[in-house]
């Protein structure tokens, strides 16, 4: 007759945070700590300790069965307790623990499988045959959760159906804070001697605190999981190299006046919202003898002057000088495209034409006409179009220029820009090349009106030549010198010359060293606009002229 194991004397408080039971509860109503796996403590002293056993290499018996004749099944470590995850022996009394119940054992209401020759036992209802063995479950696994048979009384301890989801499920065979393991207490009654229980970890005085426990984890509630994995990165998307490599971004740019605020898309600093230099706001450009400088000035929010400065040869060796200077009429569409492309069109088709042997003041009159061709082909782009306002003109500007040879100075023109002769011995007098076409060059030219009276008029800078689309006609002038003394040729536009207007005044402001340092006069010339207010943009080129040669030269 199979025996039933001695009944457990009810928990009356929670092992872990020592909150006071009801009869019945399987689980902790503060921590959720799992009632069923771990067994009350017996209310008597456990026995006296004793050697454990020895195997006969003299070591210690580890994961597995006693010893034929031992007393009581051992679980999954050293000490001999009657409450086992092990194999109960032969002879031994049911141990409800998690281990298979042997032949000649009682009924094991634990987790196991019945053996032949076992008492009735509470899952399966009744003694099994002689051989039977149970039939595995559905999903081929033992049957772990069973339901204990009609009339066999309440369900021990790990019966029943699956626990809730999110309890902590119970701790694996063998461990060393769970029953039945190495330092457990004995079965009550078995009478077999044990190695002293182990210390239960300490109920924290807080049922929610944190403090670290074996086991369960007391720090979170009984729903809670107990981590929250992340998913790990890819290698092959991390180590893998970018398809498009970002090339490195530049700088930010930093306001020239505070130097403190960014500098937005627009060209003004986000701090004190001054505008910053443009590309074209300030120029230097020095090609051997001959340099070049335009500046934006103090007035205007955009430089629409523009220059072209170059040397070349020509056909017997002799070295060419080349200059162009434009300044686009504020009053047209896109005059600062206006300049730049008419001076870039002259100065090439200079370069282009002197090595070939052209006549200097022949290729300055093809140059300008190659300039008026390229503004007025801006007045067919569709940008124009779209900055056209019914009261605008087509793209225009002025333009002067000079190329200056051995022996030889050639200057041509269309509009008020100019260009002045300055000699080295500032004792002879200084002399202007150009005459402008305005509306005040026309009234002296009539006898209406003396020079000073004409330039001080407010119609004095209306001009009646230029080059675009909708110039009357095109009229280029062209002159030659041949000076008989080295001196400076200064190519300018109005905006340094109404400042310097008689060739006196702009002798009087050019250094003496002009010809051996043409960047720094053409540096000084600009500054001193700036100085007198710099009411428009600046440009001058600075081209020395050398020596003639014996016997040549005329004025």
Known sequence: MSQMPP????????????????????????????????????????????AVPRTGDGSAPAYGPPPVGENSASGYGPANTGEAYGVAQPGESSAPGYGLPQAGNGSAPGYGVPQPGNGPTPEYGGPAPAGYEAPPAPDGSTPRYGTAAAGSGPAPA?????????TPAPHPAGSADRPGAAGAVPNPGSGEPAV?????????????????????RFDRRATEPDDYPLQAPDPRVSEAAPAHPVPPTEPAKVCVACRAGRVDDDGYCENCGHAQPRERDHMEQESGPVAAVSDRGLRHHRNEDAFSIGTTALPDGSPATV???????????????????????????????????????????????????AVNSLAEEPATAREHAPHQNAPACTLVGAVVTAGL????????????????????PAARLTEDDSWAAQMVAAGLMNEAEAYADERAHAITGWLGADAYELEPHTASFKPDRPGVVVVCTDGLWNYAEAAEEMADVLPLDAA??????????????????????????????PAPPQGAGSA
């Open 7 to 50: 009944r457990q004397a009810a928990l009356t408080q929670c092992p872990s945070c020592a909150e006071p039971l009801v009869p019945g509860d399987r689980y902790c109503e503060v921590c959720g700590y799992d009632l069923s796996a771990v067994p009350p403590l017996p209310q008597q002293s456990p026995p006296a300790a004793t």
């Open 158 to 166: 790990g019966y029943g159906p699956p626990p809730p989801a999110g």
């Open 196 to 216: 002293p229980p182990a210390t239960p970890p300490a109920a924290p005085t807080d049922p929610y605190s944190t403090a670290p426990a074996s086991g369960v």
């Open 323 to 373: 200059a162009i200077v434009c300044d686009g009429v504020s009053s047209a569409t896109r005059p600062d495209d206006a300049s730049l492309a008419a001076s870039r069109a002259a100065g090439a088709a200079l370069l282009a034409a002197l090595p070939q042997g052209t006549h200097p003041q022949q290729a300055m009159h093809e140059a300008i006409v190659a300039a008026s061709q």
């Open 409 to 428: 100075l050639v200057v041509g023109w269309v509009g008020d820009s100019r260009a002045y002769w300055v000699p080295l011995d500032r004792g002879a």
């Open 516 to 545: 051996a340092r043409p960047l720094h006069s053409a540096r000084v010339l600009v500054g001193h606009a700036l100085d007198g207010g710099g009411h428009d943009n600046v440009t001058v080129a600075v081209l020395p002229f």
